[in-house]
C-alpha cells in the first residue's frame, strides 16, 4: 500500500530526525519535499496546497522549533493532517433505517462493485448476523447476474432468482419487495459499470436510486487508478449522491493519489477498503491508521487486531499457562510461527509494524524477503527431535549440523532461530504478568527473524 509514497516520506523524515535543531529554512525545504512527493503520488494539486499549508501553519503555531525534537514534532503534525485529509475518524455503515436497508454499489467497469458486493454481504452476515439479500441489476455483460449467483454460493448468502430480459428497475424493486416480505435486513444491489461516466448510465443509477430509496449509496473506486477515480466519485457524488466510497485493490501498490484526493474532493467518507481478491479481504477505513502506515510510522492497533482474530484462544491459553509457569520452548515458537504464517505471513505485517524506516524498508524488499523465512524456521524445527525442541539447551554443535543438514539449511540459520527463541524465551518472562494481549504482542516482536532492525521493546 503507497510503496513509493511512504519510501519517499521516509527519507524526507529520516533526515529531519537526524537533526537536532531545525532551522525554518529546514523545514520549508522538507515541505517542499512532502509536496513533490504527494504530487507524484498523483494526488489532486488543490488537496496538496492546502495540506502544505496546514502542515505550515500547525509547525509555526505550535513552535516546533524551539521544542526538544522537531523532527518527531513535525512527523506528528504531517501524520495529523494526512489523517485529517483522509477523513479524521472511521465513518462505518448505517443501515440504521426500517427494514430492509439497501445498499446500492455504483462504480466504473472493473473497479470491484461485484466483488464488494459479496465481501459487503459475507461480513454483514457473519460478524453482524444481518440477513441479507443479494440481487445483480447488471443486465448488460452478460453471466454478469450469474457471477453474484456463484458468489451468493461461495458465501452461502441468497440472490434473487434471475429473470431473463428483466430491467434494472424492476428488478430493485422486486428485490426490496422480496426482502420485505422475506423478512431480511438488508438488500445489496450491484448495478452495472461503464468504460466512462455516460449519462445513460447516470439516468439508469437515478431511477434505481429513486425505486429502491438506498440507505447507503457506495461508490466503488479502484486505488490503481490515480485521480481519475476522484473525478469519477465527483460527478457520480453531484448527480446521484453518495453516502461513501468503497477504495479496492488497496492491496496493490498503488501510488495513492486516489485514496488520499477522494474525502477532500467529494467530501465522502471512505468507509471501506478491499485488500485483496478473497472474499474477506475487506477492512474498515481508519484514517489515522492509514496515515500511520503511509508515514511508516506502523498501524499497530491493525496488527493487534488481526493477531486476536488469528491467533486461536485454545493455542494463546496453551501458551499461558506455559509462560506461567516461566516455559517457552521451540515447540511454542514453532506454534507461533504457525500462527504468523496464518495471518498472512511476514510480508503483510511489515506495512504495519512501526519503527521500520524507508531505508530499512527498503532493504527488506530488496532482500525479498518473504514468507520463505517462516517457512524454513519451520522446516528447522521439525527437523528437531521432541526431546531438542523440549529442551533447547541440548542442541550442541553436532546436533546443528545434523538439523541444518535436516532441514536442508545451514547452521548459521539453526543459531539465529536458537538466539531468537532465547530472546524470545527472555520476553515471555518479563511479560508474565501482562495480560494476554500484552504477551501476545511482545510476542510477536521477538520473532521477528534476526536482522531486520530493531524494534521497540
Ligand atoms: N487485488 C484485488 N483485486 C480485487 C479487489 N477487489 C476486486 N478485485 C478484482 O477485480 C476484478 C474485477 O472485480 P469485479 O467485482 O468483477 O468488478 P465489477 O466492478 O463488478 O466489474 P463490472 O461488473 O464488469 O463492472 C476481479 O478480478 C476481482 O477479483 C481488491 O480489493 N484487491
Ligand atoms: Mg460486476
Redesign the pocket.
Known sequence: MFDSLQERLGSVFDKLKRRGALSEADVTAALREVRVALLEADVALPVVKDFVEKVKVEAVGQNVLKSVTPGQMVIKIVNDQLSAMLGADHVGLNLQVTPPAVIM?V?????????????ISKRLTEKERKKVLMASL?VR?PA?QE?LRVLGEQIAVRTLNIVPGEQPVAIAKRAVQTAALEGFDVVML?T???LAIDEELMAEVAAVRDAAKPAETLL?A??MTGQDAVNVADTFNQKVGLTGIV??????DARGGATLSMRAVTGCPIKL?????KLD??EDFHPSRVASRILGMGDIVSLVEKASENFELEEAEKLAAKIQKGKFDLNDLGSQLKQMQKMGGLSSLMNMLPGMNAGQMKKLKDAKLDDSIIKRQLAILSSMTPLEREKPEVIKAKRRTRIAGGSGTSVQEVNKLLKQHQEAARMMKKVQKMGKKGMMRGGLQNLMPPGMGGFPK
Open positions: 454499489m462504480g466504473l467497469q472493473g473497479s470491484g462493485k461485484t466483488t464488494s458486493t459479496a465481501k447488471d455483460r454478469a457471477q450491484d452495472a459499470g461503464r466503488v479502484d486505488a477504495m479496492t485493490r488497496m492491496d496493490g477498503m478491499g485488500v485483496g481478491e479481504e475487506l
